[in-house]
Nanobody
């Protein structure tokens, strides 16, 4: 089982910056994709950014040019640098990871508990 622990959520003013972190621990043989989703009040969870082990990046159109995802492969950690945040970025941000627990095993996924980001003046 893999545990994901997010940190970095906070109250930030519009136009400000924030960096979220998510560290994975547990039985990990191989980690493939890691990334972030978010869920705003009354809305469905939406993909924010994903980064595959091979370097393939995907961003939601709403965050392109403002958010940057990165990974520390040695630490099984994924980051989300959020710049020029806006009130519509307010949401609970969840990280996820896709991994193999053992060599040749099935691909599994794990989710963090979420970290609150509030953008308000």
């Amino acid at each position: 089982q893999v545990q994901l622990v997010e940190s970095g959520g906070a109250l930030v003013q519009p136009g400000g910056s924030l960096r979220l972190s998510c560290a994975a621990s547990g039985s990990i043989f191989f980690m493939t994709d890691m990334g972030w989703y978010r869920q705003a009040p009354g809305k469905q969870r939406e993909r924010v950014a994903t980064l595959a082990r091979g370097g393939n990046l995907n961003y939601a159109d709403s965050v392109k040019g403002r958010f940057t995802i990165s990974r520390d492969y040695a630490k099984n950690t994924v980051y989300l640098q959020m710049n020029s945040v806006q009130p519509e970025d307010t949401a609970v941000y969840y990280c996820f990871a896709v991994y193999q627990a053992i060599r040749g095993g099935a691909l599994l996924d794990s989710w963090g508990q979420g970290t609150q980001v509030t953008v308000s003046s």
